[in-house]
Every structure is written in structure tokens, then in C-alpha cells.
């Protein structure tokens, strides 16, 4: 079946990330490539941390990243950190920017594969995790739309990332901004990967949210700051 391309304006979407990684102030400090090239020699002869901070810059080229919005570093993060190990739209070799369409979709990803993690390190019986909540807004063309799959379709298996992944490298060479698919982890709901910051336009942080696992599963997940304006 050849999916669909769209045209995605999406005022309001959610996403969390560990609150071990704060914001990398260079990205927000600046509204150019060329002020950032700057300040980033400037700063690296004095701040050995910057180049773990900001992660590898060659994974993605200047034009990509969406300088001077609110939020710039949470855009591009996802690019300059890449999972070796991949994600269900990429083999590890390219960074994904995964978005729900509401912060409960979020939680529930994040808690299952979380959970997942969590599950395989021996001899842990306790842990908090504290992850930020982040709203999002973006625009992207063109992009694929998957939700024309039904949930029993291969890319959606819940363990096997095979088909997933052959399709998202295939998007990604193909030039797509990302694709829109349904959330395995919360059955009915949507969610976009972007392969490209380039089309985000702003990233706000929402509130906070706890995570306790407690030796067998992650127990709850709830928020233990209000939401900000």
C-alpha cells in the first residue's frame, strides 16, 4: 500500500525527557548558525563539557536546526544524541523526534519503555524517575501518513521493530519531514516522528511528572508540578 503524503500544521503537541538532561544554553542563546559557531568556539576552549552538552553537531546539518524559537535545544537534542541502539522508526543511525497528541499519550510510551528498561537491570528493586513535561507546536511537509495502517499492520508491532525501521530509513532518504502513526501504547491516539527539527516552532516546558518503579513495573506516573502558562 503507498501511504499517503500530508501537510501537518500541529498547534499543540507533547513529549517528555528525562530531567537529567537540562537545556543546552548555547542553542538558546542564539538566533543564527553563524552566531552559534561563534560562541560555540568561544566556549569550548573553556567548558570541556560543551561538546558532550551539545552532542554531535555533523548528525545534522545547520540549516535543519530552528534557530531562535522558544526551546531551540529540545528541537534538536533528539539529532545530536542519537540512540545507538535505534527506536521503532530508526535503525540507530538517525535521530527521531517523537511527538503524541496529548501528554497522557506521552506518559504512556514513555512508561512502557521505561518499564522495559528498567526491568532488565539486575537487582533493582527501587528507582524515581523525573521526566519534563514539553509542549510543542510544528509544521511539516511532506509527510507520511501511517495512520492509514491498521494497528495489526507490521510496523506496529509492539516488539519487532523490523518493518518500522526499514520504513522510517526509506522516509528518511526519501526526504519526508516525518510521518504520522498510531500509538501502539495508547490505542487510538496519534503520534508524529519528525526527522527533521526544521519545521518545529516552538518547545515549552509543561510540568514535571514522577515515575516510581518498584522492582517488578513502574507503579505510577504522575505530575508533581502545575502546569505553566
Same mark, same amino acid.
Given at each position: $500500500?503507498?501511504l499517503?503524503?500530508?501537510?501537518?500544521d500541529?498547534?499543540k503537541?507533547y513529549r517528555?525527557?528525562?530531567?537529567?538532561?537540562?537545556?543546552i544554553?548555547?542553542?538558546?542563546?542564539?538566533?543564527?548558525a553563524?552566531?552559534?559557531?561563534a560562541?560555540?568556539?568561544?566556549?569550548?576552549?573553556t567548558n570541556p563539557?560543551?561538546l558532550t552538552q551539545a552532542?554531535d553537531?555533523?548528525? !545534522?546539518?545547520?540549516t535543519d !536546526?530552528?534557530?531562535?524559537?522558544?526551546?531551540?535545544?529540545?528541537?534538536?537534542?533528539? /539529532?545530536t544524541? @542519537?540512540n545507538?541502539?535505534?527506536?521503532?522508526?530508526s535503525d540507530?543511525?538517525f *535521530?527521531v523526534?517523537y511527538?503524541?497528541?496529548?501528554m497522557?499519550t506521552?506518559?504512556?510510551e514513555v512508561r512502557y519503555h521505561?518499564?522495559r528498561y528498567?526491568a532488565?537491570?539486575?537487582g533493582?528493586k527501587?528507582d524515581?524517575? @523525573? /521526566?519534563? *513535561?514539553l509542549?510543542?507546536s /510544528?509544521?511539516a511537509?511532506p $509527510?507520511?501518513?501511517?495512520?492509514k495502517l491498521?494497528?495489526d499492520?507490521p !510496523?506496529?508491532?509492539?516488539?519487532?521493530?523490523t518493518e518500522s525501521?526499514t520504513l *522510517?530509513t526509506?522516509?528518511?532518504?526519501?526526504?519526508?519531514?516525518?510521518l504520522?502513526?498510531?500509538? @501502539?501504547?495508547?490505542?487510538g491516539?496519534?503520534?508524529?516522528?519528525?526527522f527533521?527539527?526544521?519545521g518545529v516552532?516552538?518547545? @515549552?516546558q509543561?510540568a514535571?511528572y514522577?515515575?516510581i518503579?518498584n522492582g517488578?513495573?513502574?507503579?505510577?506516573?504522575?505530575k508533581i508540578?502545575?502546569?505553566e502558562?
Amino acid at each position: $500500500m503507498k501511504l499517503p503524503k500530508i501537510t501537518i500544521d500541529q498547534p499543540k503537541a507533547y513529549r517528555l525527557v528525562s530531567s537529567r538532561y537540562p537545556p543546552i544554553d548555547l542553542f538558546e542563546d542564539v538566533a543564527s548558525a553563524e552566531d552559534f559557531d561563534a560562541l560555540y568556539q568561544l566556549q569550548a576552549r573553556t567548558n570541556p563539557r560543551l561538546l558532550t552538552q551539545a552532542g554531535d553537531l555533523n548528525l !545534522i546539518p545547520r540549516t535543519d !536546526i530552528p534557530w531562535g524559537i522558544s526551546g531551540c535545544s529540545y528541537a534538536v537534542a533528539p /539529532f545530536t544524541h @542519537v540512540n545507538p541502539e535505534g527506536s521503532r522508526f530508526s535503525d540507530g543511525q538517525f *535521530g527521531v523526534l517523537y511527538l503524541a497528541e496529548s501528554m497522557e499519550t506521552a506518559i504512556k510510551e514513555v512508561r512502557y519503555h521505561q518499564g522495559r528498561y528498567l526491568a532488565g537491570v539486575e537487582g533493582l528493586k527501587y528507582d524515581r524517575l @523525573v /521526566f519534563r *513535561g514539553l509542549r510543542c507546536s /510544528f509544521a511539516a511537509t511532506p $509527510m507520511t501518513d501511517a495512520t492509514k495502517l491498521s494497528l495489526d499492520h507490521p !510496523i506496529y508491532d509492539p516488539e519487532d521493530y523490523t518493518e518500522s525501521r526499514t520504513l *522510517g530509513t526509506k522516509l528518511k532518504k526519501a526526504g519526508d519531514q516525518g510521518l504520522a502513526y498510531r500509538s @501502539v501504547r495508547d490505542p487510538g491516539a496519534t503520534c508524529w516522528g519528525l526527522f527533521t527539527p526544521s519545521g518545529v516552532r516552538r518547545v @515549552v516546558q509543561a510540568a514535571h511528572y514522577e515515575f516510581i518503579w518498584n522492582g517488578s513495573s513502574i507503579s505510577s506516573a504522575s505530575k508533581i508540578t502545575l502546569q505553566e502558562s
